[in-house]
């Protein structure tokens, strides 16, 4: 219960004010994986229950986001970073595109779209593989833009750029770390104007440098934190000056080079879960401390059991779901990270990329050929569903109305009834 009540006392920066029908982020609403309450579809495939299916222009691997029914997807449409809005209909809003030429991705599951955009409700945030960081108007309009590799030199990532944007009150933050040159760097929201840089050497070997995680905005008693994960640390940041205020290590004790990082942490109460190892640990971190706090502040580690080297973790209350790479769903106990329950989705060549999601009291995890599981949540492991697209995807799908948005590489698919028929509750 205890863990429970911090959760609900902890204030996620994303909005000032968030609808049951708005997704701004790519991890929901408060950043852990759980949908707004509602009841959402079970059964679907390419022609059953789906309410509309959109080709999209160029190939693009972000999630979308939802704001006032509008529904906003990056892309590379003829080479060029485009952002394009979608209403709840599925006809296109508005599309607009952004800076010099794209940059194709390296890895075929990857595009120069990875980063999803970001919203506060006053202006999309959008970032793009060729380094620019763009700011739009609801109606698609630029407000300024930036470019963080003209500024401070191209990236050195083997693969493609996968953190995405995050908002404080008042800042654009994005994290870059990669062999040689990491950093962390704010932005104004109102000119895009540089607030700060801070520097990220951590020494980590090689590969294991790099990541592509995306940080957490947390404010906690008034003042705003950044946590990031990357380079064999987790470091807290003051949102204000960029200051470090605390670290912890000894993720990668063996000082393996080939540890790079991609699933993202989750907060869950007093503590910040992260996975790494390339799937093989989850780390739990006590929040809070100055300094090195590695001795004192790591409150467990699971180790080989529960854990995922690409999708992103679930919290809810005492509870966090991790799907692995392969589809086993293990539910763990936050507070000793031992697990309730584990269980293998359907084994296939097929990889798991996307970040599952909990809506309904199901959990929705999505393998890369397009095939959803359906699982329910309680005290075992239990398929309750598996439904087919038959399309490549490695977006997270996002929950509102009573419907599901899924996003392929060549399609956007809206899943449940008809917009008005679910705001009618036909």
Same mark, same amino acid.
């Given at each position: 219960m205890r863990i429970r009540a911090i959760v609900f006392g902890l204030l996620?920066?994303?909005?000032?004010?968030?609808?049951?029908?708005?997704?701004?982020?790519?991890?929901?609403?408060?950043?852990?994986?759980v949908a707004p309450k509602g009841t959402y579809p079970v059964n679907w495939s390419a022609t059953k229950n789906v309410a509309w299916k959109l080709k999209l222009p160029g190939k693009g691997t972000s999630t979308p986001i939802i704001w006032n029914g509008q529904i906003i997807l990056t892309s590379q449409e003829s080479g060029k970073n485009t952002t394009l809005a979608v209403d709840r209909s599925g006809k296109t809003i508005w599309k607009t595109t952004s800076g010099g030429p794209g940059v194709k991705g390296k890895h075929r599951k990857a595009s120069g779209s990875n980063p999803s955009p970001v919203t506060d409700g006053k202006h999309i945030y959008v970032y793009f593989k060729n380094g620019d960081l763009v700011c739009l108007t609801l109606a698609g309009k630029a407000v300024w833009q930036t470019n963080l590799q003209k500024a401070w030199g191209k990236d050195t990532l083997w693969w493609d750029i996968g953190t995405s944007p995050v908002l404080s009150a008042?800042?654009?933050?994005?994290?870059?770390m990669q062999t040689g040159g990491s950093y962390v760097a704010a932005f104004n929201k109102s000119d895009g104007k540089v607030a700060w840089k801070h520097d990220r050497n951590l020494e980590a070997p090689l590969e294991a440098a790099q990541s592509y995680t995306t940080p957490i905005v947390l404010k906690r008693e008034g003042v705003e934190r950044l946590l990031v994960l990357g380079a064999d640390?987790?470091?807290a940041h003051e949102v204000a000056s960029g200051k470090e205020l605390w670290r912890v290590g000894g993720l990668n004790p063996g000082g393996q080079k080939y540890f790079r990082s991609i699933s993202s942490p989750v907060v869950a109460g007093n503590l910040l879960l992260a996975p790494y190892s390339r799937g093989n640990t989850l780390t739990a971190i006590r929040l809070g401390g100055n300094g090195d706090v590695t001795k004192s502040h790591v @409150?467990?580690?699971?180790?080989?059991?529960?854990? &995922?080297?690409?999708?992103s973790p679930i919290v809810q209350g005492d509870r966090a779901f991790v799907c692995s790479d392969r589809g086993r769903l293990t539910c763990l106990d936050v507070k000793t990270g031992k697990a309730i329950w584990s269980g293998q989705a359907e084994k296939n060549r097929q990889g798991f990329s996307s970040s599952p999601i909990l809506a309904g009291g199901r959990i929705y995890i999505t393998r890369e050929d397009g095939k959803t599981f359906v699982v329910d949540s309680g005290d075992s492991f239990k398929v309750v569903a @598996?439904?087919?697209?038959?399309?490549?995807?490695? &977006?997270?799908?996002?929950?509102?109305?009573?419907q599901i948005l899924l996003r392929t590489t060549e399609h956007l698919y809206c899943i449940g009834k008809r917009a008005a028929a679910a705001a009618a509750g036909e």
């Open positions: 996620f920066l994303v909005t000032s004010t968030v609808s049951a029908d708005n997704w701004p982020n790519w991890r929901g609403p408060t950043l852990n994986g008042d800042k654009v933050l994005v994290a870059v640390h987790v470091t @409150a467990w580690k699971n180790k080989g059991g529960a854990a &995922a080297d690409v999708p @598996a439904n087919e697209l038959g399309e490549f995807t490695v &977006a997270t799908p996002i929950f509102s109305q009573g």
